[in-house]
C-alpha cells in the first residue's frame, strides 16, 4: 500500500512560491548613507522580497534590521551577503548567482552576468575614445620623455593584471625617482580592496630620509631634505586576503594592495586636469559596462535625459518614494513663520547654493519685504575634513549674523522631519548646475526633498524644471520660479499680510500633491517597468 503524503495544502503552495520566486541581488556600496539612491534602492529591496528571494550585497557588513529601522523599510525576509574586497570589474562572476540583479552603486564599474540585470543610474559620463587617451598619454610622454613611470615595483609583486596594475604580497619594496618629488613631496597612488581604506590596509611603511602618511588612496612623502635628489626606496606591509578563500575566483594568491600605473608628477596630471575641464575624467566609464544590463532606469527626468545623450539608449524614470505617514501635515494653526532650506554645506555647487540664499533672505528683510516674525532655517551637512567646506560654512554664520536665520549643522532625522512640519514655506535651493544653461545637475533632483516637504504642508517653492513640474503646479500645488529675483519677488507675495489665504490654500494643495510619489504609487510603477520590460516575473 502506498504510504499517504504528510504534506499539508500549505505546505506545497509554499513549495510552489518558492520554486517560482527569483532570486534577486541589490547592490550598493555606501548602504548606510541614507542617501536618495540607498533609500530608493533599501525600499526595492523590501518590495520585492515579499514574492521573491532577495539579498543586499555590498562591501561593507551591514546589520539588516539597523537599516531597515533607520529607513522605515521592512527587510526582514531579506538577506545580506558580504562582497569579497575586489574592484567592481572583478565581482562580475557573483553576478550569475542571481535572476535578476540589480546595481544602485553610484559610477559602478560592474558589469552584470546575470540572466537579468538593471543599472539605477545616477550620473552618467560620456567614456573618451581609447584614441584620444592614447594621444593625451603620448602627448605626456613628449613632454616628460622617460618619466611617465615615476614609481617602480622592485619586490614583493605579482605580474602585472590586463589594466597595467600590480598587486602585492604581504610586504613589497617599490621604488620612487626623483621626478616624482614635487615641492619635495611626492604622492604614491596604492589601491586597497574594496571594503578596507588605505589605513585599514597598508600596516606599516618604513623609507629613509622622508615623512609619511596616508592621505585617502594616497601614500604621501616628504623629504626631509629638500635638496635630495636621489630615488626613495619604500617598503610597506600589507593587510591580505586570498580571492579563492572568498569564492569569487580560483586565485589562490595572497594579495595586498594593488600598485596602478603612477601619474607622471606633471605632465600627464596636467593633461588629466585639462580633460576634465573640458568633458570628464579620463577613464571614466566604460560603454560595455551599460550595454551589459537589459534595463536603465533613474531618479530624475534630466539624467534620462542626459542618458541618451551620452550612451544612446533609452531609460526609465523611478521618482523615490516619500515616506508620506511619516512627513504628514500638522494643523495649519500648527504652522510657524519660518522659511526652510536643505541641503549640503559644501563650496562645489552642491544642492543648495545657501550663500545665494541667504543673502536674497538679508535683503528681504533690509527692504522690509517680510514682516516680522519670519525667519530662515536652513539644514544641511558638513563634511569637517574639507577646509573649503569649513570655510563656507564660516561665510554663511557670517552672513546669517544679527539677522533672523538659524544654521542647522547635522541635523538628525527627526529634526528634519520636525522642522517640515514647523516651516510654511520651502526654497529649493539651486545648485550652479542649474544656473548654468545647458549644463545638467550631477546630484540628482530636487522632487524627494519637494515631496517630503510638501507632504508635511510646507509651500514648495522650487526652480522651473521638468523634475520639479512632476509635483509642482504653479499657483495650484507650490511656486515655481527661473530667477533669484523672481525667487525674492513670489517670497515677498507670499510672506506679506495679504499673502494668508494663499498661503492656507497652497498648504492644503501641496500636501496632497504628495501623494504622487507615497510608497503605494512607487510600488506600482515599479512592478509596471518591470513588468513591461521582462526583466520580472
Not at 54 to 74: C, K, T
Request: glycine residues 6%.
Amino acid at each position: 500500500m502506498r504510504a499517504q503524503s504528510l504534506e499539508s495544502p500549505g505546505d506545497k503552495a509554499t513549495e510552489l512560491e518558492a520554486q517560482t520566486a527569483m532570486r534577486i541581488g541589490i547592490y550598493n556600496r555606501t548602504w548606510m548613507t541614507g542617501g536618495r539612491a540607498e533609500c530608493c534602492a533599501v525600499v526595492i529591496a523590501g518590495i520585492l522580497s515579499r514574492d521573491h528571494r532577495v539579498e543586499i550585497l555590498g562591501p561593507e557588513a551591514v546589520a539588516l534590521p539597523e537599516l531597515s529601522l533607520r529607513l522605515g523599510v521592512d527587510l526582514s525576509r531579506a538577506g545580506f551577503r558580504l562582497v569579497p574586497p575586489l574592484r567592481e570589474c572583478e565581482l562580475a562572476p557573483l553576478t550569475r548567482d542571481y535572476d535578476l540583479f540589480f546595481n544602485c552603486a553610484l559610477e559602478s564599474r560592474l558589469p552584470s552576468k546575470a540572466r537579468k540585470s538593471v543599472y539605477l543610474v545616477q550620473l552618467p559620463r560620456r567614456p573618451w575614445p581609447a584614441g584620444i587617451v592614447r594621444a593625451g598619454q603620448w602627448l605626456a610622454s613628449s613632454l616628460a620623455p622617460g618619466r611617465i613611470n615615476p614609481v617602480a615595483a622592485l619586490e614583493g609583486f605579482y605580474e602585472r593584471d590586463p589594466s597595467g596594475a600590480r598587486w602585492s604580497r604581504n610586504t613589497a619594496l617599490l621604488r620612487v625617482q626623483p621626478w616624482a618629488f614635487l615641492h619635495a613631496t611626492a604622492r604614491v597612488r596604492l589601491c586597497p580592496p574594496v571594503s578596507w581604506s588605505l589605513r585599514e590596509a597598508v600596516l606599516g611603511v618604513e623609507a629613509e630620509g622622508v615623512r609619511w602618511r596616508i592621505e585617502l588612496d594616497e601614500l604621501v612623502l616628504d623629504r626631509l631634505d629638500p635638496s635630495d635628489d636621489e630615488p626613495i626606496d619604500v617598503r610597506i606591509e600589507c593587510r591580505t586576503f586570498v580571492p579563492e578563500a572568498l569564492g569569487v575566483s580560483p586565485d589562490r594568491r595572497r594579495l595586498g594592495v594593488r600598485l596602478p600605473e603612477q601619474d607622471p608628477p606633471c605632465s600627464w596630471r596636467r593633461v588629466r586636469r585639462l580633460a576634465q575641464r573640458v568633458g570628464h575624467p579620463i577613464g571614466d566609464h566604460d560603454r560595455r559596462l551599460s550595454e551589459s544590463y537589459d534595463l536603465l532606469v533613474t531618479v530624475s527626468e534630466e539624467t534620462r535625459r542626459r542618458i541618451a545623450a551620452l550612451w544612446n539608449r533609452p531609460s526609465e524614470v523611478l521618482v523615490p518614494p516619500v515616506d508620506t505617514e511619516k512627513f504628514c501635515a500638522p494643523q495649519p494653526a500648527g504652522k510657524r513663520r519660518v522659511i526652510l532650506s536643505v541641503g549640503h554645506f559644501r563650496r562645489d555647487g552642491r544642492p543648495g547654493n545657501f550663500r545665494e540664499m541667504v543673502r536674497i533672505f538679508r535683503k528681504l528683510v533690509d527692504h522690509g519685504a517680510v514682516p516680522g516674525g519670519w525667519r530662515y532655517h536652513v539644514a544641511g551637512d558638513l563634511c569637517r575634513e574639507r577646509l573649503d567646506d569649513i570655510e563656507y560654512f564660516a561665510e554663511l554664520e557670517h552672513l546669517a549674523e544679527g539677522y533672523p536665520v538659524t544654521l542647522l549643522v547635522d541635523p538628525d532625522p527627526d529634526r528634519l522631519v520636525q522642522e517640515c512640519r514647523y516651516a510654511s514655506i520651502f526654497w529649493h535651493t539651486p545648485d550652479r548646475a542649474r544656473r548654468e544653461p545647458g549644463r545638467p545637475s550631477e546630484y540628482g533632483p530636487p522632487v524627494p526633498t519637494l515631496g517630503e516637504a510638501m507632504s508635511a504642508g510646507c509651500i514648495p517653492m522650487a526652480v522651473a524644471d521638468d523634475d520639479a513640474r512632476r509635483l509642482v503646479r504653479h499657483g495650484e500645488t507650490g511656486l515655481l520660479f527661473r530667477s533669484t529675483a523672481e525667487l525674492a519677488s513670489i517670497t515677498e507675495t507670499l510672506t506679506g499680510s495679504d499673502g494668508e489665504t494663499l498661503r492656507q490654500t497652497l498648504m492644503k494643495q501641496a500636501s496632497v500633491a504628495a501623494q504622487r510619489v507615497a510608497l503605494p504609487r512607487f510600488e506600482e510603477r515599479l512592478r509596471e517597468v518591470l513588468l513591461t520590460h521582462g526583466v520580472l516575473t
